[in-house]
């Protein structure tokens, strides 16, 4: 019964853990964006860097509650009494700190930092947007249209 618990509880994490990803896409737009209206601006990257973006808040939290919640499961299948609570707190603070840890880094994603001289002006506009899996890393001197407003900004290479 107890390996039954325990292999049902390291599945879900397997299976949990993963689906936390977020990936960019040009083709998916968040509920709040929904009747958001944008300003568009021509414009050429004129600076292009490769950063990392971290995981969100809530990713790490799903870690940590994750983490813990298996934990504790497999605290409690050990020991008796007392011991049984004190191993169960136990692991369920270790499988909080390991969760968050998996939080933390599951969801780190490749971004991109650009720098857009708008046409016919001197204006620059800085936009870090995800690195799409349709466009790649933008190299500078490609030339696009910068959309920003509403709930969020990314740049789009004329053609896309």
Not at 104 to 125: P, W
């Amino acid at each position: 019964m107890k390996k039954t618990i325990i292999t049902t509880m390291l599945a879900l994490s397997l299976v949990l853990v993963p689906s936390c990803a977020n990936l960019g896409s040009l083709n998916k737009v968040s509920a709040n964006e929904i009747g958001s209206v944008a300003q568009v601006i021509s414009g050429t990257v004129v600076s292009a860097r490769t950063v990392r973006a971290d995981a969100s808040s809530s990713d790490k939290n799903l870690g940590t509650g994750i983490g813990a919640a298996l934990g504790a499961g497999a605290g409690s299948l050990l020991g008796s009494g007392s011991g049984q609570v004190v191993s169960t707190v136990g692991f369920g603070v270790l499988g909080a700190l390991a969760g968050r840890g998996v939080g933390k880094y599951a969801n780190q994603s490749d971004a991109q930092e650009l720098v857009i001289q708008a046409d016919g002006s001197r204006a620059q506009y800085r936009v870090t947007q995800p690195v799409y899996a349709q466009i790649g890393l933008i190299p500078v001197g490609t030339h696009g249209t910068l959309q920003y407003g509403g709930s969020g900004s990314k740049f789009i290479p004329d053609g896309m």
